[in-house]
C-alpha cells in the first residue's frame, strides 16, 4: 500500500485511505485566485496528519518589495499551526539550508488556517 500511495502522490492523484477527506478539506482552502499557493500533502500519502501550505514556492531572492516565501505548516496531529518566512536568500548551489524566520504558532483550526492563508497570500518582503 505504501508504494502505491508514493505513485500516487507523485501523480498528483487523490488519496484513497482514511486520510481523503483530510486531504480534499486542505486543497479547498486555497481559492481558484491564487496562483502563488500551494499544497504540500506528502506526508497524508504516509498516513500522517500534517501538510503545508507554500505561498510564492521557489521566490528564493529576498528583496524588498518581492513576494515573500511563507510556508504555513499544519499537525492536526499535534493541534499546531506555524507559519514561518524565508529570511534570507537562498542559492541552491552554495550547499547551505534555508533560513526561515519563525512568524506565529497557533493551535489547529480550519478557521485559523483560512484567516492566515488570506493574511499571508499576497505578502512581501
Request: proline share 2%; with cysteine.
Amino acid at each position: 500500500m505504501k508504494n502505491q500511495n508514493f505513485l500516487r502522490s507523485l501523480a498528483g492523484l487523490p488519496l484513497l485511505n482514511s486520510l481523503s477527506g483530510l486531504q480534499r478539506k486542505a486543497q479547498s482552502q486555497i481559492k481558484s485566485t491564487w496562483t502563488n499557493v500551494e499544497l504540500e500533502d506528502g506526508s497524508l500519502y504516509n498516513g500522517f496528519q500534517e501538510f503545508i501550505y507554500f505561498i510564492n514556492h521557489a521566490q528564493d531572492t529576498v528583496e524588498q518589495g518581492l513576494p515573500a516565501q511563507i510556508q504555513i505548516y499544519c499537525d492536526i496531529d499535534d493541534d499546531e499551526i506555524r507559519v514561518a518566512r524565508l529570511s534570507e536568500t537562498y542559492v541552491e548551489d552554495d550547499g547551505d539550508e534555508m533560513e526561515w524566520e519563525d512568524l506565529e504558532e497557533h493551535t489547529f483550526s480550519w478557521k485559523t488556517l483560512s484567516d492566515l492563508l488570506v493574511k499571508y497570500q499576497p505578502a512581501t518582503y
